[in-house]
DNA sequence: TTGAAAGCGATACCAT
DNA sequence: ATGGTATCGCTTTCAA
């Protein structure tokens, strides 16, 4: 018995038609929605199309239909842990519409203009990224016309769709809070330079310190991640020569970092010798050794509004630019002191 | 001034053929590798291609040369923390080769079937996959003549390529040094039924205690996440009478959960009480706060191993499959008390 | 309702 | 080295 099934070539409509005994358009129009077909010749094509596992291949309509049903998501940092979850959510909220996810990620900013070149060469139908574009970038996409949602990113010079977490509103919270509980000594763990949300946090917290009068305040800059938050944490105390009550990360990763950079490198209490805040609301913020203090971005909603955003301008690209602006939710947690 | 720029439509190699005064071909012939073509014709059409802002359709490439240069990337549960790591190491590897990634992940693994159905629509030139196949899912991969590498995962009754950690011998030192530092009273978290590592690992653990003279090890089953493994601890605390020094955990997020149990939710120090150990090597592992002792999965050899495997088997699909199985590093970490 | 034929935007083979 | 032409697998008029 020869078990040699080497079907290399895939089955077209072609094939399925000639099996079917009917014209190749009438294979075609099956798989169309609300095409015009007798129940009887879908009947013998469905038959045929299943017998032999066919496909139709969606390649081959993309080109002819215009629609590549793919969508470009970009994401610098999947390392960041507040990541994974965003793209869970997105792939799966797109799949509802029947699009396909062509994922890039970002070893260095630099690479972005190399990635946008593989966007318009898929001809996506659009593209939804977390990653810091130039205002000539985002221009790029309007000229040729392909649909874009920024997430957690906005750029003032050259208005587009996005989604954000209000950053302001969230340390305004956060500041508030450890003000009103007399906490007096403060340093900031920031997030890189290129990171727009961070810078925000951090321009948003120094605003409410500002307001009540503390400045100077001692800003370090950090990674994003565990490591440098617990570097970050020391290199405030060898700052402040350890006056410091409370300590504001630009995300929860790095306040992870502090926490344990307080308790097991300085044998500092948290939160009752000093607090520390973070931002995302990242599972292992709640876990019970940090229980940390943070601001949660409502992953949820701003991932079904991304979705909505970039359908809805795939369906229509003439509506004008939205930004949607989500207020975080604060969870109280247990990493900073506050008076209730 | 009328700033109605609206080329909605693609360029084309058309449009940059008859900027450039050449034929369609010549243009064609310009962004293939190695055509022969003269300088002067060269210049004269990438001059006009960037000025126009040309990018060749990757779709209509695709069907002509029945190369998509996408990779279907399959991952069940991005949540689970180590996936991010390996995903963002896939991309980024698959990059190099000028492949781009597909990315599809699971609500449910029920959804692989029509998932299945849009990795054949889109004619990948080949697919990764970590979730839980069917022999006929395998079988249907071969048929098709499509690439395909498991990760993580093993199907015998379907033999194709697929990279590993060495569930066994990882367990097998975790277990062992367990038993030799004179642990007496075993319990175990597994994960889902559903995961083959999952079960590997703890069929593994139970077979070195069997051998050790122990059995009738009581096992909770956990969704490899925090909570369920902080849940079961509980379990086990109550099966057991609280006879517990040793708790195997089929992955880290469930190790983390259940030292937090112990630790908060019944006040047992870890390790001097009870020993945890998990497996992967997650981020989070690390921390000072858990500083669990666990199996580090060596991601990098094995994204690496996963890209080359699948792209051989593009290349030449007619090698026989090939398992690939990498052992893990034993993190000491300082969850489980351990003689050394 | 159905089939024939014209593209979609590239590649590849063929003469020139 | 260059241009003409068939082709990839589908959707979409257009007649019948």
């Not at 239909?65 to 960041?80: F, G």
């Not at 305004?172 to 809070?177: A, C, D, E, T």
């Not at 009550?245 to 044998?267: K, S, W, Y």
Request: hydrophobic share 40%; with cysteine; proline share 5%.
């Amino acid at each position: 018995m020869e078990n040699k099934s080497q079907p290399k070539r895939p089955i077209t409509s072609y094939d399925v038609a000639r099996h079917a005994g009917v014209s190749q358009s009438a294979v075609s129009r099956c798989f169309k929605p609300g095409a015009s077909i007798s129940k009887a010749t879908r009947a013998k094509v469905m038959k045929a199309a299943t017998l032999l596992g066919y496909q139709p291949n969606a390649i081959a309509q993309g080109l002819i239909t215009r629609r590549s049903n793919l969508v470009a998501v970009v994401i610098s940092s999947l390392t960041n842990l507040y990541y994974p979850e965003v793209l869970a959510e997105l792939t799966q909220r797109l799949a509802v519409h029947g699009v396909k996810v062509l994922l890039f990620s970002l070893s260095h900013e630099s690479d972005v203009d190399l990635v946008l070149q593989q966007v318009w060469g898929y001809r996506v139908d659009g593209a939804i990224v977390a990653a810091r574009l130039s205002p000539e970038q985002i221009r790029d996409f309007q000229k040729r016309g392909v649909p874009l949602v920024l997430y957690n990113r906005v750029e003032e010079r050259a208005p587009c769709d996005s989604v954000c977490c209000d950053s302001a509103g969230g340390e305004r919270q956060l500041v508030g809070s450890l003000l009103e509980a007399g906490h007096h000594h403060f340093g900031i763990i920031a997030g890189p330079v290129d990171s727009y949300v961070g810078e925000e946090r951090v321009r948003s917290a120094l605003e409410c310190l500002a307001t009540a009068g503390k400045r100077d305040i001692p800003v370090v800059r950090g990674e994003f991640d565990y490591q440098t938050g617990r570097a970050g944490f020391k290199s405030l105390v060898e700052q402040t020569g350890g006056k410091l009550d409370a300590v504001i990360c630009a995300n929860d990763l790095m306040a992870i970092g502090a926490v344990d950079a307080a308790r097991h490198d300085f044998e500092r209490d948290v939160p009752s010798e000093v607090s520390v805040v973070g931002f995302d609301g990242v599972g292992p913020a709640t876990w019970l050794s940090y229980n940390l203090t943070t601001i949660r971005q409502p992953v949820r909603r701003m991932t079904e509004a991304a979705v909505t955003m970039l359908m809805a301008r795939i369906a229509d690209s003439s509506n004008p630019p939205e930004r949607r602006l989500f207020s975080g939710q604060l969870l109280p947690g247990s990493s900073a002191r506050f008076t209730t």
